[in-house]
């Protein structure tokens, strides 16, 4: 099974799976009558998003040792129904990223690497933060990072560009950013874990 990647943060569990599965392999690995994953498929109709949900719901198990239902509340932030941890999700092209905690709040997010991120990236980063040269892994990473961050804010109207900063930062492999928000009262501040891949980005937080 292509689990590409497993690690512990702060006593959190992080994992990346690479989906090279089709959707009816995925299925064949799920197997609890208990949950209703054919009706939930039932409701998605793009190939792509029935592969995340199905390589998500995969990855988990593997992780925890056994299948488990997961909800949304309201604002869309995953949950178990069973209480049992603290669940983030993240997907992008080929990939699914999932953390969980017995306690704390976690974050995750996963983008796929591609150039795109340059027509946008004046709707998250001031002018002086990048030029032309800025690599494009140092644009996602601080996309990706300030993602991470909302999910851990909990509240709604969040404006990526205003609200939320990642301090400079040396772009490695592997390393670590500091951000801190401006949408409460808290003005919060976060240090995020982050890994470069050629592939992806991954950033990732326990709150």
Known sequence: MPLWKKWNEEEACFAVWRVEETAEQLREML???ALSYDEELACLKAESRRLEY???RVLL???CGEEKHIRHLPSGKPYLTDGSFHITISH????VAVGLHSQKDVGVDIEYV??????????FMYPE????ATDTSYLLVH???KETMYKLMGVEEVDFLTHLRIYPFQLLAEGRCEGQEFRTVRKACFSLHY????????????N
């Open 54 to 56: 199905l390589a998500v």
């Open 114 to 123: 591609s150039e795109r991120v340059r027509k946008v990236v004046g709707r």
């Open 195 to 206: 890994l470069v891949n050629p592939d992806f980005v991954c950033t990732w937080c326990v």
């Open 31 to 33: 197997t609890s009558t």
């Open 143 to 145: 996309w990706s990072a």
């Open 61 to 63: 198990r593997t992780l």
């Open 92 to 95: 992008t092209r080929g990939y």
């Open 129 to 132: 933060e990048f030029d032309d």
